[in-house]
C-alpha cells in the first residue's frame, strides 16, 4: 500500500512541477515580449539585445540544469562536465548583463561597482561548487553505496 502511495505522491508531485515550470515559463516569456516591445518603440536596441539574450540565456539554463540534474549523481562524463560549464557560464553571464544593464542607474558609481563585485564573487562561488569541488566525499565505500541507491530509485 505505501509503494502505491509513494507511486502516487512521485507523480503528483512531477504534475505540479511540470505545472510550475509551464506557468514560469509563460510568465518569462510574456513579461519579455512585453519588455522588448518597449524597448523597440523607445529605440533603445541595447536593452532589446539584453532582453533576448537573457531570456534565451534563462532557457538554456533551465533546459541545461534539468539534463545536469538528470544524470546520475556520481557519473564522470564530459557531458556532465560540459552541462556544469554551461551552467556557471550562462548564470555568470546573466548576472553580469543585469549589472551592466542595472549599474548606470545608481546615483553613485560605488553602487554599480558593489554590484558588479557581487556578481564577480557569485560566479566564483559557483564555479568553485560546479568546476573545482565535485561534491563526493572522497569514501570509495560510500561512492558505492549512493550509486546502489541512486539505481535502487531509477
Not at 5 to 16: D, F, I, K, L, V
Not at 95 to 118: D, I, N
Request: charged fraction near 15%.
Amino acid at each position: 500500500m505505501s509503494h502505491n502511495t509513494t507511486t502516487h505522491r512521485t507523480s503528483n508531485n512531477r504534475e505540479y512541477s511540470s505545472f510550475f515550470t509551464s506557468i514560469t515559463h509563460f510568465f518569462l516569456a510574456s513579461n519579455s515580449i512585453v519588455a522588448m516591445y518597449r524597448a523597440y518603440n523607445r529605440s533603445d536596441y541595447a536593452l532589446l539585445f539584453f532582453i533576448v539574450f537573457a531570456y534565451s540565456a534563462s532557457v538554456l539554463l533551465a533546459h541545461c540544469t534539468l539534463a545536469y540534474h538528470k544524470l546520475p549523481p556520481h557519473e564522470k562524463s564530459i557531458k556532465k562536465k560540459l552541462l556544469k560549464f554551461a551552467i556557471w557560464f550562462l548564470f555568470s553571464s546573466i548576472a553580469f548583463g543585469v549589472v551592466f544593464q542595472v549599474g548606470p542607474y545608481f546615483p553613485h558609481p560605488g553602487y554599480g561597482l558593489s554590484l558588479f563585485f557581487v556578481a564577480t564573487i557569485c560566479s566564483a562561488v559557483l564555479f568553485y561548487l560546479y568546476m573545482i569541488f565535485d561534491g563526493t566525499s572522497g569514501c570509495v565505500e560510500c561512492e558505492r553505496e549512493e550509486k546502489r541507491k541512486f539505481s535502487d530509485c531509477v
